[in-house]
């Protein structure tokens, strides 16, 4: 009986960590949004805290400008809020964001243009 208990408390706690909305483990690379070209090739890291994406778009729209790099770090389940940008990016199912987190999620998010050395949005 006891293995079958501690068996089934391994299998729960497995289960759990399959399941988590982010990712276990860390993730890193490159990739494109084929939807968002214009942003060029996307490097990322992401961990069970949230993820980073460096890049350096091709053309300018809405915030970002063109040959600016610029550096977004998303978090998940932030208590203090008041230095981010919002909570209204949820994950698409796209690479590379579904890369380093599970599709349909909030995250937090914070935009710093580097080339600039100011953030765009967030701890403004």
């Not at 069970?48 to 994406?53: K, L, T």
Request: aromatic share 16%; with cysteine.
């Amino acid at each position: 009986m006891k293995k079958f208990l501690i068996g089934l408390v391994f299998a729960c706690l497995l289960l759990l960590t399959v399941s988590s909305p982010v990712q276990a483990k860390t993730f890193s690379g490159e990739a494109k949004d084929p939807n968002a070209l214009w942003l060029g090739t996307i490097k990322y890291l992401g961990n069970p805290a949230g993820y980073h994406f460096w890049f350096t778009p091709i053309e300018t729209r809405g915030r970002y400008i063109e040959g600016h790099t610029y550096h977004n770090v998303y978090k998940f389940d932030l208590k203090d809020t008041t230095e981010w940008c919002g909570s209204s990016t949820i994950v698409p199912d796209r690479e590379p964001y579904n890369l380093v987190a599970t599709p349909g999620i909030e995250v937090y998010y914070k935009i710093y243009d580097v080339t600039m050395d100011a953030y765009v949005c967030g701890m403004e």
